[in-house]
């Protein structure tokens, strides 16, 4: 029975329902050319030729080349499905990128620090060492100058000469400090620019003849005035006392420090400076005030007191001074001793209150190394500040006490009894506090707060650690539950 198209194309029902459906395979008379290649199929034996089979299935593979377009939406999805697998990929490189380069730069920074923390250490290691030879040297070169001028007390006795003499050795400190610049510096300058350079600390148009006589003058004063007592001292007490109460300038200096610059008042350093008053008393009373041991206590005193003042002066006036001023300041001292000072002893010779009978009869050697001594402690003092803690120079100078007490015992000029014992220790803890930082309360109670914490901590360290024992054994020893399927 033949089936009659529709007007619209449709062959039969079939069709009608696959286009409804909207089935992918569809084309118009599909059902039709589905019956006729069922009919045009035939069964062949084994062996026969079949060419109806042939373009039938032709005819049946044709119309599969319309599902391609059908198929369109799923390659969309795969591809989109693959894109997004892609950038998931992407992102995680990223993010491992990125991961990579800040551990890349923790690391770094970690090294930064390491490296820093060890350029401190072996900084403060260096300071410590050079603290340890400057200390033994400033020392040394404080007892060598004092013994040296109690030997040449024997045969010549000039305090004055021995004083000016020794001063004009100050005019090599700046050439000392230009070798010294030669020598280490990578900028290399002339003699003069570094003069001048250094000629600052007068003010900003260097060093004139105003400023030379101006400045100059007071502070040559007080340092002839500090060695020459010094000398004095030297002549009525041992040594051991001498250096013992030269030690009191610095509460010398915090006491003018308070009163003339307004600086901070401690507590700490009014007692040590009553400690220092009360060795000073115990040191007249440990010859029952005999007339030499007044004497040679005040003289002593003075010359602490003018160091003092001379200190004070230096730093209200000049202010802070670098190593090459410091160099600068000092050798222009020399150069003014010579000219404006070298006529005191020529009186003092003419008029016999010291008198030598012969140039050639002075003690040369004694006196070459008790100057030469005496401007290499002046020259380790200000290099020291630079190399090192400026706390260790202190420490130096109060250490030429005991120095000082061990060559008067091999030399047996000095009998300590109990008074004088007590008094060069009182002296010696005074100045030691007086070398308290200023901020000392704030840091000896941060300290001890961080004692306390640690100790704190260990406590709560000992307490946990059995509890977690018992925790592990209990975990060793206990049964494992095996749930039941």
């Known amino acids: 029975m033949d089936v009659k198209a529709a007007p619209n194309g449709v062959a039969t029902i079939e069709d009608r329902i696959l286009r409804i459906t909207g089935y992918y395979g569809y084309y118009p008379g599909y059902s039709s050319q589905k ?42 999805l795969q591809n989109r499905g693959s894109s997004g697998v892609c950038g998931h990929r992407v992102e995680r490189q990223n993010r491992s990128a990125d991961d990579g380069t800040q551990t890349h730069s923790e690391n770094s920074s970690q090294e930064n620090r390491i490296k820093a923390r060890c350029l401190s250490c072996t900084s403060m290691a260096l300071k410590a060492i050079w603290g340890l030879l400057i200390i033994l040297s400033v020392s040394s070169s404080w007892v060598g100058t004092t013994q040296i001028v109690k030997i040449t007390y024997k045969n010549f006795y000039c305090p004055f000469f021995m004083t000016w003499f020794s001063t004009n050795w100050n005019i090599m400190f700046f050439p000392v400090y230009y070798s010294g610049h030669l020598a280490t510096a990578q900028e290399k300058q002339s003699p003069m620019k570094k003069f001048r350079e250094c000629s600052r600390i007068f ?36 040594a051991t006392d001498v250096s013992a109460l030269f030690c009191c ?51 002593a005193v003075g010359s602490a007191s003018t160091s003092a003042l001379y200190k004070v002066l230096f730093k209200m006036f ?68 630079v190399l090192t803690y400026p706390i260790l120079i202190s420490i130096g100078t109060v250490l030429s006490v005991p120095g000082n007490a061990a060559v008067d015992l091999l030399k047996q000029e000095v009998i300590f009894n109990v008074v004088r014992l007590a008094a060069t220790i009182i002296i010696c803890i005074g100045f030691l506090l007086m070398l308290l ?49």
């Open 318 to 385: 000049l202010g802070s001074a670098n190593f090459g001023e410091a160099a600068h300041f000092v050798s222009t001292l020399g150069f003014f001793n010579l000219i404006f000072i070298s006529f005191t002893p020529v009186i003092l010779y003419f008029t016999k209150v010291e008198h030598w009978s012969s140039f050639a009869a002075l003690p040369w050697g004694c006196l070459c190394g008790m100057a030469g001594l005496w401007l290499a402690f002046n020259i380790l003092v200000n290099v020291g500040v």
């Open 203 to 238: 003010g900003e148009d260097g060093l004139t003849l105003k400023l030379f006589l101006k400045r100059t003058a007071p502070f040559s004063i007080l340092w002839t005035l500090t060695n020459y007592l010094y000398l004095l001292a030297l002549k009525k007490l041992t």
């Open 437 to 485: 930082p200023e901020e000392w309360d704030e840091i000896t109670l941060r300290f001890i707060n961080s004692l306390k914490e640690k100790k704190s901590e260990e406590h709560v360290d000992d307490v946990t650690d059995p509890s977690v024992h018992l925790r592990g054994r209990s975990r060793a020893n206990g049964t494992v539950s095996i749930p039941l399927a």
């Open 35 to 76: 019956s006729t290649t069922r009919s045009s199929v035939t069964r062949c034996k084994p062996g026969a030729n079949c060419p109806s089979s042939h373009s039938g299935i032709s005819r049946q593979l044709s119309p599969l080349s319309v599902t391609e377009d059908s198929s369109a939406p799923i390659l969309e």
């Open 249 to 299: 300038n610095k509460a010398f200096v915090f006491l003018l420090s308070w009163i003339v610059l307004k600086d901070r008042f401690m507590g700490v350093r009014i007692v040590a400076a009553i400690m220092a008053i009360t060795g000073i008393v115990m040191m007249a009373y440990a010859d029952n005030f005999h007339a030499d041991s007044i004497i040679g206590v005040a003289f």
